[in-house]
């Protein structure tokens, strides 16, 4: 492999340089009027360039968004990880619980249109099981199992469901048969069903404050998750 040398070091930033800036002016559109609104040719003539010149740094619209997707997945998933990371401080898996799933939450409020372009397939026909969508979704899933360990007993009961819950197990953070794999899912769709109906307005029409609805549903999945974990474990007698 040739050496690198200062002219294609110097090429690389320029292009890394400008791949940020289409997809700054992407996330613009993407705020202005969806993902339907993203267009590379309108972005070239934002930039002072010609629409073939982009198509050099992103093949397509879905390569672009498959990009978006991809920052925000990792935006998320870094701002999760600091959250994760400060149990070093201290406190109790409860309180650790608390903090990610409200890191969580504000995230979302502050990133409503990258959150929906996370979980809503933006355009007729695109894929979001590609490979790179698939491994951010691995890193954000790996989160709460890496947490759920902390708040749940020794030896949980089995989960009632026998048949797999994804298509795939690419998506998945790990197998399907770890532990806490379903509980894991369960959390989520939890948390994402409450965000989602406050992003869309739902709650607000019913006049449901939203942040105390997802404060009480976060008392009632710690409740749920920490279910016997602190009841003395049963011996067993040998026969």
């Known amino acids: 492999m040739p050496p690198t040398t200062p002219r294609n070091s110097l090429r690389e930033r320029f292009r890394e340089q400008v791949r940020e800036d289409v997809k700054a002016a992407a996330l613009q ?20 360039v010609s629409g073939p010149t982009l198509y050099r740094y992103f093949a397509s619209r879905d390569n672009l968004l498959t990009a978006l997707v991809v920052d925000a997945y990792e935006d998320l998933s870094d701002t999760l990880t600091r959250t994760f990371g400060d149990r070093a401080a201290g406190g109790t898996p409860e309180e650790h619980f608390r903090a990610l799933a409200r890191t969580y939450r504000a995230w979302a409020l502050t990133e409503p249109h990258r959150y929906e372009l996370l979980f809503k ?27 759920l360990p902390e708040l749940t007993p020794a030896n949980p009961p089995p989960p009632v469901a026998t048949a797999p819950i994804t298509n795939a197990d690419v ?28 992003l869309g307005g739902g709650l607000s029409a019913m006049t449901i404050d939203s942040g105390t609805l997802f404060d ?22 040998a026969p």
Not at 29 to 47: C, F, V, W
Not at 171 to 198: D, K, N, Y
Not at 216 to 237: F, N, S, V
């Open 29 to 48: 559109q993407l705020a202005a009027g969806g993902a339907q609104a993203i267009s590379i040719n309108a972005i070239a003539r934002q930039l002072g």
């Open 121 to 147: 397939p933006p355009l007729p026909g695109y894929s979001a099981h590609t490979e790179p969508l698939a491994a951010a979704a691995r890193s954000l899933m790996g989160l709460l199992l890496g947490l």
């Open 171 to 198: 998506l998945t953070a790990r197998s399907q048969s770890a532990p806490g794999f379903h509980l894991a899912v369960s959390v989520w769709t939890c948390m994402h069903g409450i965000v989602s109906l406050e």
């Open 216 to 237: 009480h549903e976060l008392e009632i999945l710690i409740a749920r998750i920490t279910k016997g974990r602190d009841a003395p474990q049963k011996t067993r007698r």
